[in-house]
């Protein structure tokens, strides 16, 4: 790979990486690099010394990315920690805490730095492009060689030379879904496309097995915690793995933890076996800070603790510590850390298979000294291509890039054309392979999809995947009802649309139809989507008043789009908002490109019914037959769709039976 090119790469990188910085400052004020936000509503869900997961209500519009580290304060307690999930729809967040800041924080403080991921990640990359380039002597934690970002780049660029699939026994899997793994075992350089319904996540288990089986270390990354624990919890039950084969790093889901793969859990099990003075050496530690009167917070069950957690949790307690007799406690600590370091080293040296998320290849130290033979990235379509030229950096021989490019990508807040290309692009769009009615010689794609009512399926494959998204033989034999899709026409109403100081954009009239709707259904998963995050409040409001039951229990849930991609729901209703008021902004594709994905990702959520609440008159006046949404429309037609007048009575009449499945 010449150097010129890795230079263009590496300015382009920076530049797009300075943009969205001044950006996101910007967009969160004046404060400074740090950042505070009031937290209110707090709730501990899980209770475990060292690791304390929060929920809080959050009234910040800006998302906030996983692995974000932050300091919270409460009135008598503090503690760092890290972002798990952040939902900017709900204003729910969730935090996972070094300490116990009380069973309910009425109100909280939170502190962080806004930048700090986007700079950890610009360091990443100056120094994986520095040492492609030769231009530093320095020892690093990145282990990454020019052969790796050769391979890396050729990943962004859809670059490699197509090797023949390798031919393999094994059961449990549809022929595309076999096909696909056979596909991939022979390149350096794959592209496994996975549509909605298709089963990616069971593909890629069954992947990472037959990679492993051939004595390969592989890494296998997502996006985030909740998609590393379910591409990671199905690669557990495809095959009896033995103790220290597989090694999840970071946060993890109470199900991954009980399968005992932790990296915490498995540097404890070691140490007991193998180094029974460390946990006395660390005991020793603990008592010692309290002989210094140190509030110890869980030190009542610090025996329970994971031994390396435990480590953390005093190197913590010791930052806050200022006394000129401890120098001899801080040399013992340090070297109890490189110990306890190059046991998970070892750890994650030995395993077949090293699960985290893409932000820790960035962010921590230790993932950063793992290199693997095979990266295996999950999601790919909403990892960014500079995220995933640092993933790709990791592998020696083969990356597999596995998602849908025709589902939402990564959020990126700047304008700037290099933010957009390097933060706000997949590698399925860098290689040219994004296009559903082209073939690509590095792409394979799991063509069968299983959740989909034919109905619903018929839509989504033609307007969306070229026709080339077919049912699945069960899902043909299982389809009872044969009208699953329900057009509810609102230009015979009062509806309008309203613009919000923000932006956003509420229509009460289509609030008001759905709450009737949802009334009318008989124990089912409910799922209701609008475009807007106004309306989506506002949606809350009305239908928190006869459903709140629901919304408990999570069997009726209302978000935007970007919250229900990567999940199913039994039916969705998909509200579009748009009507007489404002101008059409999220279904005009020439003004908003992102249009098709976010119409595509809310449609094929829904297994058994999909209600679709319009404006058709306006639609078409606004936008033209020819708009994606009315080809859409006309599809759903064509396919057997059931379409009403939300203005009558015999619209309700005919909505209410759609939902008890009389039509």
């Not at 910085?21 to 690099?33: D, I």
């Not at 052969?147 to 390798?166: F, M, T, Y």
Request: glycine share 6%.
């Amino acid at each position: 790979m010449g150097n010129n090119i890795i230079k263009r790469i590496r300015e382009e990188i920076l530049l797009a990486l300075d943009a969205e910085r001044r950006t996101v400052k910007k967009k969160l004020g004046a404060l400074g690099e740090m950042l505070d936000v009031v937290l209110l509503r707090g709730k501990k869900l899980v209770s475990e010394p060292g690791v304390y997961v929060y929920s809080f209500y959050c009234d910040l519009e800006l998302h906030l990315d996983e692995g974000l580290e932050i300091l919270i304060e409460t009135p008598g307690f503090s503690s760092s920690g890290e972002i798990l999930e952040h939902d900017t729809d709900s204003g729910d967040i969730f935090l996972v805490l070094r300490d116990d800041v009380g069973r309910h924080p009425n109100e909280a403080v939170m502190r962080f730095d806004s930048t700090f991921l986007l700079d950890l990640l610009k360091k990443k990359i100056e120094t994986i492009t520095n040492l492609a380039l030769g231009q530093t002597d320095v020892l690093t934690s990145f282990d990454v060689a020019g052969e790796n970002i050769s391979l890396a780049l050729r990943l962004l660029q859809g670059d490699a030379e197509a090797g023949r699939p390798v031919l393999i026994e094994r059961s449990g899997l549809s022929e595309a879904q076999k096909k696909s793994i056979e596909f991939a075992l022979g390149q350096t350089v794959a592209y496994l496309w996975g549509p909605p319904g298709t089963g990616k996540t069971r593909t890629v288990a069954h992947l990472v097995h037959e990679l492993a089986k051939r004595s390969e270390h592989v890494m296998l990354c997502a996006h985030t915690n909740t998609a590393t624990d379910n591409a990671l919890l199905q690669t557990l039950d495809v095959a009896d793995w033995s103790e220290g084969s597989i090694v999840r790093v970071g946060y993890c889901s109470e199900k991954v933890q009980r399968r005992g793969v932790d990296l915490d859990f498995l540097v404890d099990r070691k140490i007991h076996r193998t180094y029974p003075d460390i946990t006395y050496r660390i005991n020793l530690l603990g008592q010692k800070l309290k002989s210094l009167q140190v509030d110890f917070p869980g030190s009542g069950s610090m025996g329970d603790i994971p031994i390396g957690r435990r480590l953390r949790i005093i190197l913590e307690i010791m930052k806050g510590v200022e006394d000129k007799d401890t120098t001899d406690l801080r040399r013992e600590l340090s070297w109890l850390k490189q110990i306890i370091e190059s046991l998970e080293i070892e750890l994650l040296s030995n395993a077949r298979v090293v699960a985290t998320t893409l932000t820790r290849l960035y962010t921590s130290r230790l993932v950063g000294k793992i290199m693997c033979d095979t990266m295996v990235i999950d999601e790919a379509g909403i990892a960014s291509l500079t995220v995933s030229m640092v993933a790709g950096c990791k592998a020696k021989k083969r990356v597999v890039a596995v998602g849908d490019f025709m589902q939402l990508p990564a959020i990126v807040q700047s304008d700037d054309s290099h933010a957009r290309n390097w933060l706000g692009k997949s590698v399925f769009e860098s290689a040219n392979c994004h296009h559903p009615e082209k073939e690509h010689a590095l792409r394979t794609m799991l063509y069968e999809q299983w959740r989909m009512h034919p109905g619903i399926s018929k839509i989504v494959s033609s307007i969306f995947y070229a026709n080339k998204l077919k049912n699945a033989p069960l899902v043909v034999k299982t389809a009872i009802k044969k009208h699953a899709v329900l057009i509810l026409d609102t230009s015979h109403t009062n509806a309008r649309s309203q613009l919000m100081r923000t932006g956003s954009k509420i229509n009460k009239i289509h609030c008001e139809i759905v709450s009737k709707i949802i009334s009318m259904a008989v124990d089912e998963e409910i799922a209701v989507i609008a475009p807007y995050r106004a309306q989506v409040r506002n949606l809350r409001e009305v239908i928190r008043v006869g459903s709140s039951e629901a919304i408990k229990q999570g069997s009726l849930e209302v978000f935007t789009v970007h919250r229900f991609q990567g999940r199913d729901k039994q039916t969705v209703i998909l509200d579009l908002v748009e009507a007489p008021g404002t101008k059409c902004g999220f279904l005009d594709e020439i003004k908003n490109p992102a249009a098709e994905k976010l119409i595509n990702v809310a449609m094929s959520r829904a297994k058994q019914k999909l209600i679709l609440i319009a404006n058709l008159d306006y639609l078409s006046f606004s936008l033209g037959r020819d708009a994606l949404i009315n080809r859409v429309m006309a599809q759903a037609r064509m396919s057997g769709a059931t379409e009403v007048d939300a203005g009558s009575d015999e619209g309700l009449r005919d909505c209410r039976a759609f939902m008890r499945g009389e039509l």
